[in-house]
């Protein structure tokens, strides 16, 4: 597949994976600063945005999307590299962890925990706040269907909710995104990935935790305080059950992290991401992939 996005900077290389309903311009206001020490990789995930795959039959499961973007690095010289993922990216990032555990140097989950501990903790207050994780995982085409009706109101609908209405994203890349969401081969793929999530996803998960397989490398989660819920398991001791070295915290604003309170989020990620790094070392300067970071494209 190709994919679309962008890269730049110098040092150890970082994998920068966005999540639901973005593109990779979810990470303008952190990869400046992050690659002032770092060379960072920025794609569209596979379905979302511009980078299409050749087909999205059987479901884009998050293996699947790992494994090509193990060859997109592979493609750009960069054997062993860090990943930070948020919402479905992070889920991405955790399964390619897994399956390519000589391939990641250290995982920072923003915002997320496995989905098989999602589907563990699911509750009425779950379901209604996070309809479309079920909405969309339905059979096709009927999501597909619906969307198509007015897929602006349902794109307008749901970034409102992950923001709270504080006019955390600015009009360019909310229209950048709103464009994006009106490809209907990408409302297909993001349709794809939730079905994927109920499906193939979770028996991955499962399957891990039966055979105890866990994240080799070191873990960070970072989650926004306002999202979750007080009295159950922090998702520092959630992801405890998946790696060993793990460690993070709370930040305010809302789940769309890097978008609301980079500062915060660059705050702990920044020494997260420069622990020393047993001779990893950084990559020569890569060429753009397609798009301009900067420019919101």
Request: aromatic share 8%.
């Given at each position: 597949m190709r994919f679309a996005g962008v890269t730049g900077g110098e040092g150890p290389p970082v994998l920068l994976l966005h999540g639901f309903p973005q593109t990779h311009i979810a990470w303008r206001r952190i990869a400046p600063t992050l690659a002032k020490s770092h060379t960072v990789i920025i794609p569209d995930l596979p379905g979302y945005g511009a980078s299409h795959p050749d087909q999205m039959e059987p479901p884009w499961t998050k293996r699947r999307a790992g494994e090509a973007l193990v060859v997109l690095m592979d493609a750009l010289g960069h054997d062993r590299f860090s990943v930070v993922g948020h919402d479905r990216g992070a889920r991405v990032g955790y399964r390619l962890t897994l399956d390519h555990p000589n391939r990641v140097f250290a995982y920072a989950s923003l915002a997320v925990v496995p989905t098989l501990d999602v589907m563990a903790g699911v509750d009425?207050?779950?379901?209604?706040?996070?309809?479309?994780?079920?909405?969309?995982?339905?059979?096709?085409?009927?999501?597909?269907?619906?969307?198509?009706?007015?897929?602006?109101?349902?794109?307008?609908?749901?970034?409102?909710?992950?923001?709270?209405?504080?006019?955390?994203?600015?009009?360019?890349?909310?229209?950048?995104?709103?464009?994006?969401?009106?490809?209907?081969?990408?409302?297909?793929?993001?349709?794809?990935?939730?079905?994927?999530?109920?499906?193939?996803?979770?028996?991955?998960?499962?399957?891990?935790?039966?055979?105890?397989?866990?994240?080799?490398?070191?873990?960070?989660?970072?989650?926004?305080?306002?999202?979750?819920?007080?009295?159950?398991?922090?998702?520092?001791?959630?992801?405890?059950?998946?790696?060993?070295?793990?460690?993070?915290?709370?930040?305010?604003?809302?789940?769309?992290?890097?978008?609301?309170?980079?500062?915060?989020?660059?705050?702990?990620?920044?020494?997260?991401?420069?622990?020393?790094?047993?001779?990893?070392?950084?990559?020569?300067?890569?060429?753009?992939?397609?798009?301009?970071?900067?420019?919101?494209?």
């Amino acid at each position: 597949m190709r994919f679309a996005g962008v890269t730049g900077g110098e040092g150890p290389p970082v994998l920068l994976l966005h999540g639901f309903p973005q593109t990779h311009i979810a990470w303008r206001r952190i990869a400046p600063t992050l690659a002032k020490s770092h060379t960072v990789i920025i794609p569209d995930l596979p379905g979302y945005g511009a980078s299409h795959p050749d087909q999205m039959e059987p479901p884009w499961t998050k293996r699947r999307a790992g494994e090509a973007l193990v060859v997109l690095m592979d493609a750009l010289g960069h054997d062993r590299f860090s990943v930070v993922g948020h919402d479905r990216g992070a889920r991405v990032g955790y399964r390619l962890t897994l399956d390519h555990p000589n391939r990641v140097f250290a995982y920072a989950s923003l915002a997320v925990v496995p989905t098989l501990d999602v589907m563990a903790g699911v509750d009425l207050g779950f379901a209604v706040k996070n309809f479309h994780w079920f909405f969309l995982a339905q059979e096709a085409d009927l999501p597909e269907r619906m969307l198509a009706a007015d897929p602006d109101a349902f794109m307008d609908r749901t970034l409102e909710g992950m923001t709270g209405g504080r006019g955390v994203i600015d009009q360019a890349a909310r229209e950048a995104y709103l464009a994006a969401f009106r490809d209907p081969a990408v409302r297909h793929a993001i349709c794809e990935d939730y079905r994927a999530a109920v499906t193939e996803d979770l028996a991955f998960d499962r399957a891990d935790r039966e055979a105890g397989r866990k994240l080799p490398c070191p873990v960070m989660v970072l989650w926004p305080e306002a999202d979750w819920v007080k009295g159950g398991p922090t998702p520092v001791e959630i992801w405890r059950r998946w790696a060993d070295d793990v460690k993070g915290g709370a930040t305010g604003g809302g789940h769309l992290q890097a978008e609301d309170v980079p500062d915060e989020v660059m705050a702990k990620l920044g020494p997260f991401l420069d622990r020393p790094r047993n001779g990893l070392v950084g990559n020569e300067y890569p060429r753009p992939l397609q798009a301009d970071l900067e420019r919101g494209s």
